[in-house]
């Protein structure tokens, strides 16, 4: 009787509490390919955040975390399936997080992720297609779509009272995506956009831009373009003939060659770049162990210590159960959860506590599960870029 | 007062701009027509040649300013000019004896000498990417603006400003002198006319006992002050970059051929041109329009003829309608 007892009371936590195991996480990023340079320090960003959760045994009572790495590339979808496919059949990994490159993204999500049931958090995908696609509740990112900083950038303007703006935009996909999306934000909050024209970078003659910049007027001039090429180049030449002299910067012009390059002809002129108010905690805890600072690194945490702050609160590190816990510990409510703080967020998850993780880069998760994007704000003051907060 | 409005407005983004991106081209425009005259072939390597003279005069800048050296309101530039264009010499007679002079004496082909002037386009790419770094450097010092746009609007009551920097200013006195002492030379001193002569035909000119290398030699010098000159205006007006002046190579070359290869007046000519039509054709004409017209016919579009991206093309279709219908260039020059 009493060895009955024993057993069922021994099949009865089997059952119902989890036990101490040894789980795989896929680290898949480009760590060959044009984004190679940018891969490892997300990679060691993650890598840090397994360390971190389950260095105390605190993580589903002591359960260990073996990361493996493996390939996505950035421009070859098969490769990435590929190297998707190994991980979960061969590893048998628990969760992935990224993969790196959208379109990579796009296609282990379709292909693997989705057939395999299998969790993704990429910490760089940042096309807007990955908004509205299908996933089966799996996937989600701790990188904003490239569309948020447009509808921030609106935002701005529309609080300052700004209500017409004519845009110039550097000739690339990342000028046309981000200038679109923020011309589309404006005159949807009832703004208007006198013209939206490109520039090429590497001239040195903006005076044809300018002219035509000028004619169309504004109140404000958008550059969204780069501080070391055209971008400066049409801010001069607009302060030159006296044509605008206020500026909206987004991420690629906001950097000290401004202060150089214009000093006070600008103040008054605002903008606002990604980042967090957690970036230096982040830092912090990094030491000197990989650039803290290289973009991405901490979506890169983010992304994996999210994972693992989900399997927690779900108390399963089955990707079907603990997908749906992933929007709850990334958002209010709860205990505020700062880069470091890991093992403080288990203990509260394992009393049945809520957190809000915020992390190194200020996740907040919205829409099918995508970083809303934490922006710091700076305005041009007597010559310096100063920090006026974050949005 | 709308009329003065538009006057004003028209002048700021069209007119001064493009007189002085004009001078630059013509400056530029003339040393490739000058090679091409009397050299017989285009030379590629213009562009980093202005870019290897601009270099050499922005590190002597610096050194003068760094000496506490200065022209007042006047950049600095100008007075490292000289050494920027003795350096330049140098290497363009350096670049002659190394390469240019084999070809002359096998009696190459013209195509060879270009592809030749090609070869020494990418060495002085790098030489000048070596020493000085692809980076954006600035070198312009002294007042910048000659009007500012702010207060020309404070003492004109108009809403429009006019601007007018100093480096437009002297870009374009520096250009007429330049020109003027350019013609000067080549019509009135013996030497020039030996140039002409030469130009105009090889065989009769060595008859008559002109000596080639000495020809050659004052052509080299010639252009290497019309580079380093150019080159530094542009880099004063606008900003140095070794790529932006690679990129200049098209325009130049696009203001020479329209105004006729190897002839100097087509050169300056075509220059204006394609600024010109640079400018103007790619403006926005709302705003002018909107002085000048009655509020009810008031644009509300831009009135713009094509977007500022097709800004090259513009030079291009110019250069095409030419060599199709005159292919010697608006001012006879010889056939391309």
């Known amino acids: ?391 | 007062m709308d009329f003065l409005n538009a006057i004003v407005a028209l002048s700021n983004f069209v007119l001064i701009p493009a007189v002085a991106y004009g001078s630059q081209l013509a400056l530029g425009a003339l040393g490739v027509t000058l090679i091409y005259g009397i050299l017989r072939f285009s030379n590629f390597a213009h562009g980093d040649t202005m870019a290897f003279g601009a270099m050499v005069t922005i590190l002597f800048t610096w050194w003068f300013q760094s000496m506490g050296l200065h022209l007042g309101p006047l950049p600095t530039a100008l007075l490292a000019l000289p050494f920027g264009i003795l350096a330049t010499a140098a290497m363009m007679l350096a670049t002659d004896r190394v390469v240019y002079r084999f070809y002359r004496r096998v009696k190459a082909k013209p195509i060879v000498f270009v592809m030749a002037s090609i070869g020494v386009m990418f060495i002085m790419n790098g030489v000048v990417r070596f020493i000085i770094g692809p980076e954006e450097q600035s070198f312009a010092d002294g007042e910048r603006f000659i009007i500012s746009a702010r207060d020309f609007r404070d003492w004109s009551g108009l809403d429009e400003g006019l601007a007018f920097r100093t480096s437009q200013g002297i870009t374009i006195v520096t250009a007429v002198i330049v020109v003027a002492a350019l013609f000067w030379f080549l019509n009135n001193t013996r030497t020039g006319k030996s140039m002409r002569a030469f130009s105009d035909n090889e065989d009769l000119a060595l008859l008559s006992g002109i000596n080639p290398e000495r020809v050659v030699m004052i052509t080299w010098l010639i252009v290497a002050a019309l580079a380093t000159i150019a080159g530094v205006l542009y880099g004063l007006d606008k900003s140095f970059k070794p790529f932006t002046y690679f990129q200049l190579l098209l325009p130049i070359f696009a203001s020479a051929i329209v105004g006729g290869l190897g002839n100097p007046l087509g050169a300056i000519a075509g220059g204006f041109v394609i600024a010109f039509s640079e400018v103007t054709v790619t403006y926005a004409w709302k705003k002018v329009l909107g002085y000048l017209m009655p509020e009810s016919l008031e644009p509300s579009g831009l009135v713009q003829l094509v977007s500022t991206d097709y800004k090259f093309a513009v030079s291009f279709a110019i250069l095409v309608v030419v060599l199709l219908f005159k292919p010697t260039g608006l001012f006879k020059g010889k056939a391309v």
Do not use: W
Request: charged share 20%.
């Open chain 1, 1 to 391: 009787m009493k060895k009955l007892l024993m057993a069922s009371a021994a099949s009865a936590l089997m059952a119902t509490g989890a036990y101490a195991e040894d789980i795989k996480m896929g680290v898949l990023l480009a760590f060959t390919g044009p984004l190679e340079s940018l891969a490892p320090a997300i990679a060691d960003g993650a890598e840090l955040a397994f360390t971190e959760a389950t260095a105390g045994g605190k993580f589903l009572d002591g359960t260990t975390v073996t990361p493996v790495r493996a390939d996505s590339t950035c421009i070859d979808s098969a490769a990435a399936t590929a190297a998707a496919e190994r991980l979960i059949t061969a590893d048998g990994v628990k969760g992935i997080v990224g993969a790196m490159c959208s379109g990579a993204t796009g296609a282990v999500l379709a292909n693997v992720a989705m057939p395999n049931g299998m969790v993704m958090i990429s910490p760089s995908a940042t096309s807007p297609a990955l908004s509205t696609v299908e996933d089966n509740g799996l996937f989600f990112r701790t990188a904003p779509s490239d569309a948020r900083q447009g509808e921030v950038m609106a935002d701005i303007l529309m609080e300052k009272g700004i209500t017409s703006a004519a845009v110039t935009y550097t000739n690339n996909d990342y000028g046309k995506g981000l200038s679109d999306s923020f011309a589309a934000a404006f005159e949807a909050k009832g703004g208007t956009i006198t013209i939206n024209a490109a520039h090429e970078d590497g001239k040195a003659d903006y005076s044809a831009e300018v002219g035509a910049l000028a004619s169309a007027g504004g109140d404000i001039l958008v550059v969204v373009g780069y501080v070391d090429q055209g971008g400066s180049g049409v801010i001069q030449g607009a302060l030159d003939t006296g044509a605008f002299d206020m500026f909206q910067l987004p991420d690629g012009m906001v950097s000290v060659t401004l202060e150089e390059r214009f000093g006070s002809d600008i103040d008054g002129s605002f903008g606002q770049i990604p980042g967090s108010p957690a970036a230096e905690r982040f830092a912090e805890i990094v030491g000197g162990a990989f650039d803290a600072t290289s973009t991405y690194a901490d979506t890169g945490y983010d992304a994996a210590a999210l994972i693992l702050l989900a399997m927690q609160a779900s108390g399963s590190t089955d990707p079907a159960v603990y997908k749906d816990a992933v929007m709850n510990v990334a958002n209010a409510p709860g205990e505020e959860i700062y880069p470091g703080e890991l093992e403080k967020a288990m203990d509260i998850l394992a009393a049945g506590g809520d957190i809000d993780y915020v992390g190194a880069s200020a996740v907040e998760l919205v829409g099918q599960g995508e970083s809303a994007g934490s922006y710091r704000m700076i305005e041009i003051q007597d010559g310096k870029i100063v920090n006026v907060g974050y949005q």
